[in-house]
């Protein structure tokens, strides 16, 4: 008969049994949960992957959509992007939702290039100076600007390279290259973030020199400025004002009527530049947010068009702008 093991061994060996199934229970949590989380990151995963195909659709559609506006109207088109309605497109879990603006009207800072023949600067200050700058903070600003993209390290009068910068509490230097973004301007010698605000509705950053022609069949009142800046400053904000008030109720019939009008024409012809004005959108701004479960993605793509209205991306910008 075998002797019955003594009490301690017997207590000795169910705290070895506990101690086994606590780590068991322990493991078996740990890849329970590490299951869990690499379904959802698996889930994740794919629903970004249906969010970024999405976009890439967005892009190609637009393209598209926009080609498709040269067989429309002055007026069509005119009435279409003025009330920018909202386009939804479902996909496979999920949905697009797009619209579409006229983005012709707008100075692109970079056409500011700082070579000797270039003249965009002056014109950049004349829509400072139509929009309440003193003359001579307009023109710091402008040649500030100016040197901040150019390639040399020579201020101009009224401007800045890295000698100012360089004595900075927090020393940089100047970029010496196109601007990538508006809030880039912050860094720039003069530009506060107010100055920043009163400007950011006329100007816009473009990766090429390239200026769009002002589409005159969309221009407010507001966008006087541009008009100023376009007859580098000859004109009043009032007279500017005045010429965009004339557009009849069913648009420009032709740009000679336009040009026609008795304010364009009291401009010497040395200011005048009447190629940047045309009476279709040059430049079109999509604007998209993509939904895909807990994803979501906001896309704005510009689109250049040319003349025989084929639509071509230009710029890409993702998330917040």
């Known amino acids: 008969m075998t002797p019955a093991s003594p009490p301690k061994d017997r207590g000795a060996a169910l705290l070895s049994i506990l101690m086994i199934v606590a780590v068991m229970s322990v493991a078996a949590l740990t ?3 590490a299951l869990g989380r690499s379904i959802s990151l698996a889930r994740v995963s794919a629903q970004r992957s249906q969010t970024l195909w999405a976009a890439r659709s967005t892009e190609a559609i637009g393209a598209v959509a926009i080609s498709r506006l040269k067989d429309l109207d002055d007026d069509t088109i005119r009435q279409a992007l003025e009330t920018a309605q909202a386009i939804t497109l ?3 879990r999920g949905v697009i939702q797009a ?4 983005d012709s009207n707008c100075f692109n800072l970079n056409t500011i290039t700082g070579a000797a023949d270039d003249t965009s600067h002056i014109r950049f200050q004349a829509l400072l100076e139509a929009q309440g700058l003193f003359r001579s903070d307009a023109r710091a600003l402008a040649e ?3 040197d901040w993209i150019d390639t040399d390290s020579s201020p101009r009068a009224f401007g800045a390279e890295d000698g100012y910068y360089g004595t900075l509490e927090t020393p940089y230097r100047a970029a010496n290259a196109r601007l990538v973004n508006l809030s880039e301007l912050r860094a720039i010698k003069g530009f506060t973030p107010e100055i920043i605000e009163t400007i950011r509705p006329l100007v816009c950053v473009r990766p090429s020199t390239f200026q769009s022609a002002l589409n005159i069949e969309t221009l407010h009142e507001s966008d006087a400025p541009l008009l100023i800046a376009l007859y580098s400053g000859e004109l009043s904000m009032e007279q500017a004002q005045s010429v965009i008030r004339a557009r009849p109720l069913s648009g420009w019939l032709t740009l000679d009527t336009f040009l026609a009008d008795s304010e364009i024409q009291s401009i010497a012809v040395a200011a005048r530049n009447d190629s940047m ?6 430049s079109l701004r999509l604007t998209a947010r993509i939904v ?3 994803t979501q993605e906001t ?3 510009t689109y250049a068009m040319d ?3 084929k639509a071509s991306l230009i710029q890409r910008i993702t998330g917040d702008f």
């Open 31 to 33: 890849a329970v949960d």
């Open 90 to 92: 479902p996909f496979e």
């Open 99 to 102: 619209t579409l603006a006229d």
């Open 144 to 146: 500030s600007l100016a």
């Open 277 to 282: 004005i045309a009476l279709r959108p040059t």
């Open 292 to 294: 895909s479960g807990p």
């Open 299 to 301: 896309l704005q793509l």
């Open 307 to 309: 003349e025989g209205g």
